[in-house]
């Protein structure tokens, strides 16, 4: 089974930059031939697709973070790195990675105005 851990979150002040990662110890051929997501939830909202990253390196981002996010992944490390910049208020939320059906435990992310 699948246990994907996020580390990076914090408290950034608008404009500011977090790098996010997403780390598993296990299954790791799954890991590195599926693609990775980043998704989040803010309080009270339903949860929603950031980016994704292929398995091939073929990256797809939600229009609200297009140019500002960026998504990358290092196999040999068995993560997936999620860079933030520009952050907005409206960034603020849990964020969470996900392979296939597994989902890691999520990381605050809170950015203040």
């Known amino acids: 089974q699948m246990h994907l851990v996020e580390t990076g979150g914090g408290l950034v002040q608008a404009g500011g930059s977090l790098r996010l990662s997403c780390r598993t110890d296990?299954?790791?051929?799954?890991?590195?031939?599926?693609?990775i997501s980043w998704y989040r939830q803010a309080p009270g909202q339903q949860r929603e697709l950031v980016a994704t990253i292929t398995s091939s390196g073929v990256t797809n981002y939600a229009d609200s973070v297009k140019g500002r996010f960026t998504i990358s992944r290092d196999n040999a490390k068995n993560t997936v790195y999620l860079q933030m910049d520009s952050l907005k208020p409206e960034d603020t939320a849990v964020y969470y990675c996900?392979?296939?059906?597994?989902w890691g435990q999520g990381t605050q992310v809170t950015v203040s105005s």
């Open positions: 296990r299954s790791i051929s799954i890991f590195r031939i599926y693609p």
């Open positions: 996900s392979c296939r059906a597994y």
